[in-house]
């Protein structure tokens, strides 16, 4: 008596098995196990994900002060373009303090 899988994946003994059941080898063989998990990040790679997130903001921080401050250059500030400039510069000061 062997050991074979039906289609659905139950494990039953047969002396003969039915059509489509299949041994433990060619089961195994269809169904391989799952890969391993991917590793645990390195403290160093939290770091640098960290500091590269840190940089993107304080670029992307640097493009949206561009616009107030060429109307503030231009004489044509509104007071949106003064509140906005001071909000983007104190997340900035933010950024820096971490």
Known sequence: ??????????????????AGYKTEEEWAALHPPPPPPPPEPTPEEIAAQAAAEKQARFAAIDAA??????????????????????????????????
Do not use: F, Q
Not at 1 to 18: A, F, K, L, N, V
Not at 74 to 85: F, I, M, N, S
């Open 1 to 18: 008596m062997g050991r074979y899988y039906s289609p659905t994946g139950r494990c039953e003994i047969w002396d003969t098995p039915p």
């Open 65 to 98: 002060s561009v616009r107030p401050l060429r109307a503030i250059a231009a004489g044509t500030a509104t007071e949106y373009d003064r509140e906005k400039l001071a909000a983007l510069e104190a997340e900035a000061a933010e950024l820096r303090k971490s």
